[in-house]
């Protein structure tokens, strides 16, 4: 059962910030055991340059990070998903799609480092505290014995993770 890749969705209404930064994340720190993907329900088609900037410094890859609809996701031939995680409030009570399979599904909403207004320091900042709360909350999902909980078990898991916070701190 080591051998198992477990597929991750992190849903948005934009897919330009909080949704990539997780993708991106899920992604180093999964280590191949989790394959992450991101989708809003209205993608703005392009990701913001801030967490594109973020993730650059922080050493991880961003080659392939796109805004995209979760219509991708719903569609034939789409990966089949284990996990849905919504990371803004906005998609956590939009009506999803039918996702095939019966992922797991929690709310792990973060707030929006884009609707930040101020000074490019302050844009920054706001990003590092969202990438530090995601990161929190990835790392404890990935080490997780997810083949050794129960569904009603693992879906408390998952809640209690999207509680999760990170104060103070740099993600430096």
């Not at 909080?18 to 191949?32: K, M």
């Not at 973020?54 to 080659?63: D, I, S």
């Not at 996702?99 to 844009?123: F, I």
């Amino acid at each position: 059962m080591t051998d198992r890749k477990y597929h991750v969705l992190f849903l948005c209404t934009g897919n330009s910030a909080r949704s990539i930064l997780a993708e991106a994340l899920i992604n180093h720190w999964g280590r191949g055991r989790f394959v992450g993907y991101s989708a809003g329900s209205r993608p703005v088609g392009r990701v913001n340059p801030v967490a594109l900037e973020l993730l650059k410094h922080m050493q991880l890859p961003t080659e392939g990070l796109r805004s995209k609809s979760w219509d991708e996701f719903a569609a034939p031939g789409a990966p089949q998903l284990d996990f849905v995680f919504t990371v803004c409030d906005n998609a956590a009570g939009e009506q999803c799609p039918f996702w095939p399979g019966q992922p797991m599904t929690a709310h792990w909403g973060v707030e929006d480092p884009a609707a930040v207004e101020g000074n490019d320091t302050e844009k920054w900042l706001a990003f590092r505290k969202v990438f530090r709360e995601l990161e929190n909350r990835i790392k404890i999902f990935v080490n997780l014995k997810i083949s050794s909980l129960d569904r009603l078990s693992l879906q408390n898991r998952l809640q209690e993770i999207g509680r999760t916070r990170v104060d103070g701190g740099d993600a430096s």
